[in-house]
């Protein structure tokens, strides 16, 4: 029996400037943090933070604050579990599927910080490891400038 692949899913332009609008200028705290998306597929998503003084945590090491590690590392992974989501419900218009947007929700957010934040800028990314009815999970990960591995995360998220 021949193996056969299945077509990679392809979100809409139409799709991914709703979803950008929403992380990037929507959720207003994700434009406090600076948030950019990088990338959006089903198979994942990536986005970027540069370092402002806003975001220190520990001033004597120009660091950045746990806290928006957490914040991103969250942002993020429900932001791939919604990619995900979407790929799964392709029968919708983009409108339809961005409206999902509502019901989000984190569950559960384990964070593990690894080495010091401290850097000009950080890359972050997120993989949804399931999607169901009404529960998603994400792995994440927080990167340094150099790609180096700064702290990761697992969430869980409501959507539905």
């Known amino acids: 029996m021949p193996h056969s692949t299945s077509t990679p899913v ?9 979803f950008r609008q929403i992380y ?9 943090l600076g948030l950019k998306l990088t990338s959006v597929t089903p198979d994942g998503v990536t986005a970027r933070i540069t370092m402002k003084p806003e975001l220190v945590g ?10 928006v590690i957490s914040a991103v590392l969250d942002a993020i ?7 995900a989501l979407a790929a799964k419900h392709m029968d919708e218009t983009p409108a339809k599927r961005l409206e999902r947007f509502a019901k989000l929700g984190t ?3 384990r964070i593990d910080y690894l080495r010091p934040g401290i850097g000009d800028h950080f890359d972050i990314h997120a993989q949804c490891l399931r999607v169901g009815s009404r529960v998603g999970s994400a792995r994440m990960e927080f990167m340094g400038p150099d790609g180096t591995l700064m702290s990761t995360g697992a969430a ?3 959507v539905s």
Do not use: C, W
């Open 77 to 83: 992974g429900s932001a791939a579990v919604m990619a």
């Open 107 to 109: 569950i559960d957010l």
């Open 10 to 18: 392809i979100l809409e332009p139409e799709y991914l400037e709703g």
């Open 24 to 32: 990037e200028e929507k959720i207003v705290f994700n434009q406090t």
């Open 58 to 67: 520990h001033f004597a090491y120009n660091r950045i604050h746990g806290g």
């Open 156 to 158: 869980a998220y409501i």
